[in-house]
């Protein structure tokens, strides 16, 4: 009988030793790149939630993960900062309570205005609620202090006190860092800040590619909402005239400090020797004498941007003082004057 051969012989040996893998192409060795990275990140961030962070730390994830400004992100770790300070040590995200927060609010409070503890509360909660979305901490359960703000009277600058800072602007000396000269540069910011009642962000932000004829066409920062507002012809004609002699990206640039200008402009509010006000008394200023002119009708509130039917203006904006002096007194009819008719 035949022999049946399952495998036919082979004369040369068998290399038994494992070959080697195919080239992976360009696509596929960054995929794996990706990939490892990827595993590194989640690596670090378990390593990161196990170990407790400092609350000046965490607010650079809360800056990273929210889209806020980093003006404001600079805000918030002053804020931690400040609580650091009041207790003495470090201040883990871990450590945060209800009754931690309540005090430092209570003793904060007695040296800052409302508005500024209550701006506080703001920003410790934020963060800490933050925190405690990434398991980073336990969420507060219990109530913080809250700071109710009294109501105070609105105050801005008048047409005439506006007209006095001009006059003083153009007694400055030096140059700005722009180019302009400083006389020519504050008188500029001046007009467009009552023109336009644009917030401070939004004005040193604002391009001459924002100016369509006299009107100003922006985005604003801070509500996302559009703002449409015009400049007046001698605004237009100074701006014109200064972007002539030194070309510009931005209309009224500043690249220092904020607090430098609030310094700088509680300097030009001396010499003009007006009542001591803030820049936001421009804003506020520009509404009153909107409001002078087109009492009743709204016009206010869309001239600072605000949303349609808001009392924002009416009750933050809108100097009553200013606009009773202003505008024809009427009153009730003197009582007696029907008996005698």
């Not at 990434?134 to 506006?162: G, K, M, Q």
């Not at 066409?217 to 237009?236: A, D, E, H, N």
């Amino acid at each position: 009988m035949p022999q049946i051969m399952l495998f036919e012989p082979v004369d040369q040996a068998v290399d038994l030793t494992p070959t080697a893998a195919p080239a992976r192409g360009p696509r596929l060795q960054r995929a794996a790149t990706s990939r490892v990275q990827l595993f590194r990140e989640l690596a670090d961030e378990r390593a990161r939630r196990a170990t407790p962070l400092r609350l000046v730390d965490y607010v650079a994830v809360y800056a990273t993960t929210r889209a806020i400004e980093p003006a404001t992100a600079r805000q918030y770790r002053i804020t931690a900062t400040r609580l650091e300070e009041w207790a003495g040590e470090p201040v883990l995200v871990t450590d945060l309570t209800e009754l931690m927060i309540s005090a430092f609010l209570r003793d904060y409070g007695q040296a800052a205005k409302p508005s500024t503890v209550r701006s506080k509360r703001c920003q410790i909660m934020a963060l800490w609620r933050a925190a405690a979305d990434e398991y980073l901490c336990e969420p507060p359960t219990r109530r913080v202090r809250s700071t109710p703000i009294p109501w105070e009277p609105v105050d801005c600058f008048t047409l005439a006190e506006v007209e006095q800072l001009v006059a003083a602007a153009a007694g400055l000396r030096r140059g700005h860092r722009c180019g302009l000269r400083r006389s020519v540069w504050w008188d500029l910011a001046i007009r467009v800040a009552w023109d336009t009642g644009l917030r401070w962000g939004d004005q040193v932000r604002l391009r001459p590619g924002d100016i369509h004829g006299d009107t100003v066409v922006v985005c604003q920062r801070k509500t996302r909402r559009p703002y449409c507002g015009r400049l007046r012809p001698s605004t237009i004609a100074m701006l014109a005239e200064s972007l002539r002699r030194h070309p510009r990206e931005y209309v009224c640039p500043w690249p220092a400090s904020h607090e430098t200008f609030r310094q700088q402009f509680r300097r030009l509010v001396a010499k003009a020797g007006v009542r001591p006000g803030t820049w936001k008394w421009l804003r506020r200023g520009g509404a009153t004498d909107v409001e002078i002119q087109e009492p009743g009708r709204g016009m206010a509130a869309r001239h600072l941007g605000h949303a349609p039917g808001s009392r924002v203006a009416e009750l933050h904006y809108i100097d009553a003082r200013v606009v009773a002096a202003n505008t024809p007194a009427v009153a009730p009819r003197e009582i007696g004057t029907a008996t005698r008719a």
